[in-house]
């Protein structure tokens, strides 16, 4: 299957640091990304739809300035958690659809741990 | 009501038996149903696509019901390598919009 890689796979900072996680489509090009938060023994939850070329679609209740989403091209999108504090940290996965059946694959995820 | 849900769990079987995971959707022109296993700390990863007309996979058999609104997961034959969190995943009509359950978890007892 479709391969997307992130970076960094974890990563601990500060209280009010921004963090930048990048997301990689390796084989193949994604004009749609997602942007997904997981908290401890809870589900997925999509933040937002990240379009090449074009502003994000944020889910209700997302802050949009504080989880800024670029997607430059087709291969790479990034999630900018800025200010992080505490209540931040999760694990953040991203995802791109790909083959002809639309499936949806996932990148490895990205612990963040914010101090 | 949640848009996806699952059977709450957690699920202890015992090596070799067989246990079934339903879950029920609630919007009705959804097009795409999938299960994905998650194992802790880890990404989702897909484990079968869920067609009207029931597929299988090795130990693995799933089905859904339109009518009814719910897609069942089937695992024979259960081993230890099968616990995990499985999720019921679903997708609008244009294929784009995906809504997760908040995952079964199983575990597969020696």
């Known amino acids: 299957g479709a391969v997307v890689s992130q970076h960094p796979s974890w990563v601990i900072c500060k209280s009010g640091t921004s963090v930048k996680i990048e997301c990689r489509s390796l084989?193949?090009?994604?004009?749609?990304m997602f942007w997904y938060r997981q908290f401890p023994k809870q589900s997925l939850m999509l933040m937002a739809t990240?379009?090449?070329?074009?502003?994000?679609?944020?889910e209700q209740g997302v802050e949009k300035d504080k989880f800024l989403i670029n997607h430059a091209s087709l291969t790479l999108s990034t999630l900018t958690v800025t200010s992080a504090h505490p209540e931040d940290s999760s694990f953040y996965i991203c995802?791109?659809?790909?083959?002809?059946?639309?499936?949806?694959?996932f990148g490895p995820g990205t612990r963040l741990t914010v101090l | 009501r949640k848009e996806v849900e699952q059977d709450p769990g957690p699920f202890n079987v015992p090596e070799g038996a067989t246990v079934a995971f339903n879950c029920t959707y609630s919007?009705?022109?959804?097009?795409?149903f999938f299960w994905y296993r998650q194992d802790c700390r880890k990404e989702p990863k897909l484990l079968m696509s869920?067609?009207?007309s029931g597929n299988e996979d090795g130990r693995f058999t799933a089905q859904l019901n339109r009518a009814s609104q719910y897609i069942s997961l089937l695992i024979r034959d259960s081993k230890l390598s099968d616990s995990a969190t499985y999720l019921c995943?679903?997708?609008?009509?244009?294929?784009?919009?995906?809504?997760f359950g908040a995952g079964t978890r199983l575990f597969v007892k020696a």
């Open positions: 995802s791109a659809i790909a083959g002809v059946y639309n499936e949806q694959f």
């Open positions: 084989d193949f090009q994604a004009t749609t």
């Open positions: 990240s379009n090449e070329g074009s502003k994000a679609t944020y």
């Open positions: 919007n009705s022109a959804s097009q795409s």
């Open positions: 869920v067609y009207s």
């Open positions: 995943v679903v997708k609008s009509t244009g294929g784009f919009k995906t809504i």
